[in-house]
């Protein structure tokens, strides 16, 4: 499995990914799965990926073309003129990956190449974006109804993430909210493991203004981890109390 | 989809399932998925269902003997001398029912007809019990270790119970955490909905000691449902400031 979080906020884009990959739970790995690539002061763009990795990695390195001399290489990332046409190129190579792997291994094949992504970034001019591309190929926008997209084991994490995000919420604030939906995550589903990517693209920056690894050595990542079990408790007493006598009077 | 909790306390069970059914989004209905029998002062028998509904009410059914008249039924659990033997024959209707109507349709039956259940109570002279049912007739029994189980759309509702489960609690918390957990997931998951149905079992009541439907008219499942949000805001505030500054530092 897989846990991947990107989120528009006023101020930019802020993206999570997880760093374990596994085939049965006796073989699992440590693999990176947020690729970025950048023009500084014109472009950045940003993929995350879930599900099968022969299949992204795949598709990561067809848009490197890595099939060819380094020489004569044209990552679409860098031509592409829009977000737009990149998320329509990477959702055409994702569909044609799956396509191909399944063809070859017929019956045997179905479903197990499958993999979905999502697409950040900002180009000079333009607005930053965010998208997820199904295996199907085709893909959705982030907007402000829904202004984060999750691949991978969404169910865990989702809760607090409806609950306390807000656009107009800080970088700080953003990271320290991924941190509680990824922490809630890693508890439940073994397929979800540290460590952590982030990266955070200010709105015009067209860098990471911000990239690191949250490893289990993190300090930052500890005390919240360990200071939110504290703090659901504290929640929980605030809520007022159960009577079975109103209970019965209300039900 | 189908969201029930039951939990093993120091002081009894406590057990809670949503209503909802449907055959895609466009066809919702209420269906009670919580069945109880007791034998006041002698032993109480609840079951809780998630999965395929023609599937639960015909194990029901049959363990009521409902082809019978009336007059002929032997409901194996008020004869049944242990919770254990009630498990292992709920267990076997399970199995037989899924694998007749699966043989029935062939290869279009695959997976459709499947359910699982989760079987409370307690018989005087025993401890109060609580079992998971498989579709596959088999079944494990809560512990010192899991002591409660969930069954339908168990991810969203998990970490607060993982994190505020706490065996010594009173049935007051219980009921409030239960509330909690179904909260986050009503709010997920459009397939699973309110009205809730609650049954409190204390220890040597041999009945049930406290059971309601709760609505979205009751005051306290409203005043549960929006404080939390607050309270999540709160704990999440509590938690200390991401820096970005200290986070190259650890990184």
Redesign the interface.
């Known amino acids: 499995m897989t846990y991947c979080v990107g989120m528009v906020l006023d101020k930019g884009l802020v993206l999570m990914s997880d760093t374990r990959t596994n085939s049965g739970v006796d073989n699992i790995s440590v693999f990176r799965k947020m690729m970025s690539w950048s023009v500084p002061g014109e472009r950045i763009v940003t993929v995350m990926t879930a599900g099968n990795l022969a299949t992204t990695q795949a598709v990561i390195s067809q848009l490197e073309e890595r099939t060819k001399a380094p020489g004569d290489r044209r990552n679409s990332v860098f031509e592409a003129p829009t977000m737009f046409q990149i998320a329509t190129e990477i959702g055409r190579l994702l569909h044609e990956t799956i396509a191909e792997r399944q063809a070859v291994n017929g019956a045997a094949g179905k479903g197990r190449f499958t993999a979905s992504m999502i697409v950040a970034g900002q180009m000079k001019g333009m607005e930053p974006r965010l998208f997820l591309i199904y295996p199907e190929g085709n893909f959705i926008e982030a907007s402000w109804d829904t202004p984060f997209f999750q691949i991978g084991e969404t169910?865990?994490?989702?809760?607090?993430l409806?609950?306390?995000y807000d656009r107009s919420m800080s970088?700080?604030?953003a990271?320290?909210?991924l941190?509680?939906s990824f922490d809630?995550t890693l508890?439940?589903n073994l397929s979800v493991g540290l460590p952590l990517d982030l990266m955070?693209i200010e709105r015009d920056a067209f860098v990471a203004t911000?990239e690191?690894?949250?490893t289990h050595e993190?300090?930052?990542y500890q005390?919240?981890s360990l200071?939110?079990?504290e703090?659901?408790?504290?929640?929980?007493t605030?809520?007022?109390?159960?009577?079975?006598y109103?209970?019965?009077k209300?039900?």
């Not at 169910?155 to 607090?160: A, E, L, S, V």
């Not at 703090?231 to 929980?236: D, E, P």
């Open positions: 169910k865990y994490g989702r809760p607090i409806i609950r306390a970088f700080e604030d990271v320290k909210l941190l509680v809630s508890k439940a955070v911000h690191r690894r949250i993190d300090t930052y005390a919240v200071g939110w079990g703090a659901l408790k504290n929640a929980f605030e809520l007022p109390d159960y009577s079975f109103a209970g019965d209300n039900g």
